[in-house]
C-alpha cells in the first residue's frame, strides 16, 4: 500500500467511525413498556417449530412463539399457561385442564381445547421423542368444549403434570397441521404459534426478528415491542458483543466459562444461574461397561475416587455448579442426599485397582482406555484433558480422540466407544430424564441419550418402574431414595457435576428467569427497567 | 511460462472451435468425477443428519431416527443414493436440505452475495495493495524500505487471520468503538438507502482487512521477488541503454512480465474466494456461504454440502478458463492451444 492510498483508507475509516449508526437499544431507557432486546441465538436452529424440531435453540426462541398449558416455578410446582387451572382425579388417571379465554395465535385464530388435543396427541406424538415418552400413556383426550381438555391415562404416571412445559408441548394450531405432511407444510416457514411474540423476518446466518403479538391472551403483555436473536458463530464475537451492550443477555453456553469471571465484574450486566432447574443438566464420566475394566464395579469406584471434582468445578467450570452426587440431580424433585460419598482420595483408587489386579507396568500405567472428547466447545475440552490428569495420577492412561459431532452421536450411541462425557437434561423428573440412562429396557443400539453405558441391574429396573406410576410423593421418595443408594454403590457411570449455565443480562432488564425453564419462556413480562 | 508459449498454426476458426468442443467436454466429465467423488467423500465420514439432530435434542428414540433417515433418503442403498444424486445433477437440480427446511439453490444463493461482497473487496484491495508493494520493494531491493516493507508482509503471511480479526476487534470495536465488531449490517436500525450502504461498508471494513492482508502479503512477496527477477533480463538493459525513464520501464517492461506469476496465484486463490473464509465469517458473523458450508459440514446436511461443493468446483473450473484467458492478455506469447 502506497502512502497515497494508505491517507485514503485512513479518511474512509474515519468518516465511517463518525457517521456510524447507533447500535442498540439505548433508547428503551427507563421503559416499563416497548424496546428491543438484542440477544444471541446459537447455533443457528434449521426451523422454529417446536413441535417438529427440539434442538436447545430452536426450543430457545421458539419459547416466545409457542406456548404450553403450563409454567413451572424454581421447584417445579405447576403455574397457569395457557390453561387457567386443572384438576387431577383422585386415581391419577383423569386430568381436566382448563384454559383460558380469548387466547388467539398469530394469525387471529382462537385458539381452543381442539389445538391443544391435535398437538398432543398428532403432531407432538409423531415429532417429539421426549413428548412421545409421555403422551404415548395418553388412552383418550377430550375437547368436551372449546375451554376444556380432558386427559385419561392409561395407567398413573406421576410425571405427567411435569410434562407441560413450552419446550415439551407446545400448542400448533390445528387449522394449519390437520391433513398436512407435517415437516413438509409451507407453514413451518412462518412459525404461527400463540404466544406473545410473532416472527417478523429471518435472515439466514445473521438474524431472527420478533414483534409483539398484538392480540396476545395476556393484558399488557408483552411489555417489549421487538426481540432480535442475532447468530454470532464465535466465542470471542459473543463476549464482545455483551461487553459492548450490542446484545443484552446471553443463556446456555453463548459465553464461554472462562469469560465469566472477566464478565461478571462489568458494571452494566448482571448474572444469574436460574432458569436451569427444569433441564437439571447433569454431566459424567460415562463408562462402556460391556468392556473390560468399565465392566468392574471396583474400576469405577476408583476414577470417582481419583477424579478431584471439587477442583473440576472451580477451575474448569469457574464454580459454576454443584459436584454431583448420584443420578438425580439435587435440582429435581426426589432427591436422596444420603449416599454413599466418593472423597478424592488418589489412595482410595490405586487400592481399588490393586485389589483388581490391574498392577502398574514399568511406566506407571495400569491400562489405557480411548477417551472420546464431546465436540461442545472449550470446556468440555478442558475437561477431558482435566480427566485425563487426574486419572494418569492412579495410573489410568485416558488416551483422548478428537471428533466431531456427528462422528461423536454415532460412535457413542453405537456402543463403539470406551469412555466419553455427557451432560444428560433431567426434565424435571427422575422418570423423564433420569431412568432413560440406567433401565435396562432402555438399552437402545444407536439411540442417544438411551441407556448407553450398558447398566442392567434388575432391582433399579424395579424401582424405577414403581416409582414412575406411585400415586404418592412419599412412595415416590422411599423407591427413589432407594434406587439412588444401589446406583451410587455400583457407579454405572462416574458423576461429575450439576452444571450452572450463567444468563448474563443488563441491568436494566427485568423479569428474564422467572419459571425452571427459565429463557425459554415466553418473556411476556421481560421489560427494560 | 515460457514452455507455453507455442505459435498458433492453421486456420484459426477451426482451431477455436475444436478447443471449446474439446473443453465443454472435459468440464461435463470433470464435473461428473467431482460429483461422485464428493459423494463417496462425504458419505465415509462417521454419522449422518438423523444422529446429529438427536444430539442436540438432548433426547431420541428409534422413530424419530427412521423418520430423519428417511427424509433425506438415507435409508436406500449407496449406489441407489448416488445414482439418484447424479440423475439430480444432469437435470441441474441441486436438491433439497431437510435440515433447513429449504432448497439448496435458495440456501446458496441467499448466502453468495455475501461472501462475495467481502471476498471479492478483500481480493481487489490484496491485488492492487500486494502488486504496488512487492514492485515497490522489488526496485528499491536491499535498501531500508524493501526490508520494512517484507518484514511487514512476512508478519502478515505468518499470523494467523482469526488473530489478527480479534486483535482488529479489540482496537477498533471494543477500544476505539469506530468500527462494529461484527455483522453485516445493523439490525432493527431504520436507515435509508444510502445510509444502508455507508452501515454496510462500515461492518465491512474490518472483516475485509483482516483477509486482505493475509491474501496482500503472498501478493507483495511474489510480486518483489518477480521484479528482481525482470531486473537483471537483457531488454531491462535494452530499455535502460536507450535511455527510457525509470518509470516507463518500471510500468511497461516490468510490472507486466513479473506479473505473471501473480495472475497463477491470484487465479487459483480466486477459486477460493466464492467459498468464502470459515475462519474471517465466523469471526465477524459474516452471514456468507463459509460458515453455511462448515456448518453443513459438522451438521452431515448431505444434500446441502454436496450442493455447495458442485457448484464450487464449476465456478473452480469456470475460474481456470479465465485465468487461462487472462494469460493470453497479459503475455500473448502463451497461445490458445497451449492454454486451453
Redesign the interface.
Known sequence: MNRREFAKLGVMAGALGLSGIPLGITRAAGQTKGGTLNTIIQPEPPILVTALNQQQPTLTLGGKIYESLLRYDFDLKPLPGLAQSWEVSPDKLTYTFKLFPNITFHDGTPLTSEDVVFSVTKILMENHARARNTFSRVAKAEAPDPLTVVFTLKTPFAPFLTAFDCTTAPIVPKHIYEGTDYRKNPANAKAIGSGPFKLKEWVRGSHVHLVRHEGYYRPGEPYLDEIIYRVIPDSASRSVALEQGTVQLTQWTDVELFEVPRLSKLPNLTMTTKGYEFFAPHTWLEFNTRIAPMNDKRFRQAVMHAIDRKALLNRIYFGLGKVATGPVSSKTKFYEKNVKNYDFSPDKAKALLDEMGLKPGPDGKRVSIPFLVPPYGETHQRTSEFLRQSLARVGIDLQLQGIDVAGWADKFSNWDFSTTTTTVYQFGDPALGVSRSYVSSNIRKGILFSNTCGYNNPEVDRLFEEAAVATSDDKRQEAYSALQKIMVEEVPVAWLLEIDYPNFMDKRLKNVVTTAIGVHDTFGTVSFG | MRALALSVTGNRGVAIAIAIAQWVARFVAVVLVIATFNFVLVHA?????A???????????????A?LRA?YGLDKPYPVQLAIYLKRIVTLDLGYS????RSVLS?IA??LP?TLLLTCSAFLLSL??GV??GT?AGVRAGKWSDTALTIVSLLLYAMPVFWLG?ML??L???K??????????????P?TPL?RI??I??HM?LPVVSLGAVL?AIYARLMRSAIIDVAHQDFIKTARAKGLKRGQIIMRHMLRNAVLPVVTVAGMQAGTLVGGSVVI?????W??LG??TF?SV???DYPLMLGIFLVMSVIVILLNFVTDTIYRIVDPRVSLRAAA
Request: proline share 5%; charged share 15%.
Open positions: 465420514a462417521p454419522g449422518d443428519p444422529q446429529v439432530m438427536a444430539g442436540q435434542s438432548g433426547s431420541a428414540d428409534e422413530q424419530m431416527l423418520q427424509e431437510y435440515r433447513q427446511q440456501l441467499e448466502r455475501a492492487a495493495a504496488s508493494l515497490l480479534l476487534v479489540l477498533f470495536s471494543v476505539l468503538d469506530w468500527l462494529p465488531a461484527f455483522g453485516y449490517v445493523s439490525i432493527g436500525v436507515m445510509q455507508g452501515d461498508a462500515a471494513v496482500m465469517e465466523t469471526v465477524f458473523a452471514p456468507g460458515r453455511l456448518d459438522l451438521q452431515r
